[in-house]
């Protein structure tokens, strides 16, 4: 296997348990989010390493083009979620507004690929 198969099978393996454990049990993953929730900040470290990591990686191995467009689709999976629950929808809203210098990073990448897929079509 490849890495990207690999990474491929991880992710659809804690996947499938977090499907399964959301259907049977679903209290068990509100307990692990609120203890999680008390370490927001080394999330947010490890979060930030592992995108940089993997986007370097998936860069390389997709171009910047594909991977563009592969995280528009991750996006729009997010987006149905809060599209579901309106009332999470507008409290997300809100706290984006709130917080806007909390988007720096997020904004630093999307224009960053967003440059460089332009680049990589029409420069």
């Known amino acids: 296997m490849n890495p990207m198969e690999i990474i491929a099978v991880v992710i ?11 259907l049977f049990n679903p209290k068990w ?11 927001i900040v080394l999330q947010a470290v490890f979060v930030s390493i592992f995108i940089l990591v993997l986007g370097a990686y998936l860069v390389l191995f997709l ?17 149905l979620v809060l599209v579901m629950s309106p009332k999470l929808y507008l409290k997300f809203g809100k706290d984006i507004i709130k917080n806007r210098k909390a988007l720096i990073p997020v904004f630093l990448i999307w224009g960053v690929l967003s440059v460089w897929t332009l680049w990589t079509l029409f420069g």
Do not use: D, P, Q, R
């Open 63 to 79: 171009g910047v083009v594909n991977l563009i467009v592969a995280s528009l689709f991750g996006m729009m999976t997010f987006a």
């Open 29 to 39: 993953l509100m307990t692990l989010v609120e203890s999680m929730h008390k370490y």
């Open 12 to 22: 659809a393996i804690l996947t499938l348990l977090k499907i399964i454990m959301f």
